[in-house]
């Protein structure tokens, strides 16, 4: 019971919850792909919508969204992995200035990906 000397129950971010980021742009959580191998094996694509990331209009750089992928993986995707199943050897963070179905092209969006391996419980950053 919160105010009595309770505890508050943590929950696991749901699609549309708002994540924080280092350059203060919303970020929503999508999804996460689980189980689809990736280009160094059992892959993690964690998936965000950033609108601040458009071509047209939008208001955050290349660098700075790069940061706040790192900083997605680090503070986000790391904290979730042990509970989706077998342990991916690489974590893809994607930020798209929209929602895009998995596997879809959709020409007119801006979409960034980084990809990460897994060492002593950090996210070690691999150039695609």
Do not use: N
């Amino acid at each position: 019971m919160a105010g009595q000397g309770g505890t508050t129950e943590k929950t696991e971010p749901k699609a549309g919850d708002l994540i924080p980021v280092p350059s203060g742009q919303e970020v929503r959580f999508l999804d996460v792909i689980h189980g689809e191998p990736g280009p160094e094996g059992l892959t993690a694509r964690f998936r965000f919508v950033a609108p601040a990331i458009a071509r047209d209009g939008g208001t955050v750089a290349p660098e700075a969204a790069q940061e706040d992928m790192a900083a997605l993986c680090s503070a986000f995707a790391l904290q979730r992995i042990a509970k989706i199943g077998p342990q991916p050897v690489q974590i893809i963070i994607v930020l798209s200035d929209r929602e895009v179905a998995f596997g879809e092209t959709v020409p007119e969006a801006t979409q960034y990906f980084e990809a990460y391996s897994l060492a002593d419980g950090m996210c070690i950053w691999e150039p695609f």
